[in-house]
């Protein structure tokens, strides 16, 4: 439960649909979500317009804080090759953490089964992002065909951190050399 | 709803279990099972001791199917590389299937989260029966490092599944390249 007294109902809720669903899964119940963040109902629905509509809202105020800890800093002097390992060192980190669960963009758009859903349709432009990122750092190394390796990249991403979420593997030993592999397939530099 | 009249009430469940929970999620309710099995809850707790028991069972039950399905022939005459290619031409013609939702058994377990629930152990031995296939062949192909390609494969298999599942990527022109150029980093015949 969250008791930082300055958190407005808003934010409480908003914590709670980022932190709770992530580890019990989409299905946890509304009376779950307010309890945890101390806020009534009464008072979630005046602030959201469904469940749906606070975990979407959840997900579109996270993700700013995803791609910080995500991404590599802007112009950080590093190479577009460099800036791509550097996604993959902080999975790999991340991953370590017991409470580590995989990219939860991933996990809420296979439990909701459906893409129109509105937290669906959030996390599917946060990966987007993702996406896009590889394909301009891509494009920028010189890869080969920097389309194939941003849909490359992805795909590693998605597999490695439903594997480490699932506690299928720790993915030492194992995410460094696959990117590389692709990268060097790439003549990516 | 099932309508076949041979089936058991416990065929009939099992079936119910393994196509409601891959299209709607595992929080379907014990309800809306047994509904569309067009069974008693009364008779359904007969049979199972609950509704995770249902769905372990329903995992196990297929699991012989979805190794048929996914899987070469034994001794088909196919090289090694080419045995591992051929689950990935499968995990790709499967994708394009509009009721396609990704992998099962991977999807079991992030929607669980726990892996002690009894569907996840069932669905995690399933996975570790594909990655030995992959070692195996991995192993009779000469690749440089075994154990590290099996890891890669199931990695790609499982972001493959995930991505096409949540209609991300359509795997046309992906999964075939990605796994020839870990194969070939692999030195794998």
Redesign the interface.
Known sequence: MTTKVKQSPRERLLEAAATLPY?????IGVEALCKAAGVSKRSMYQLFESKDELLAASLKERSAAFVARALPPADDGRSPRERILYVFERVESLAGAPEF??CWY??V?????G?SHPA?RVA?QI?AQLTAFFHAEAERGGASAPG?LA??L???????S??A?????HLT??IS??VT??L??ADMH
């Open positions: 580890r019990d899964g989409v299905g669960r995989g991933l996990a758009q296979i439990e909701l089964k893409q669906s599917h990966k194939l849909r490359q992805i795909l590693v991403f998605d597999g490695a439903a594997s979420g699932i506690g299928a593997d030993g194992l050399p696959t592999t692709l060097d397939a």
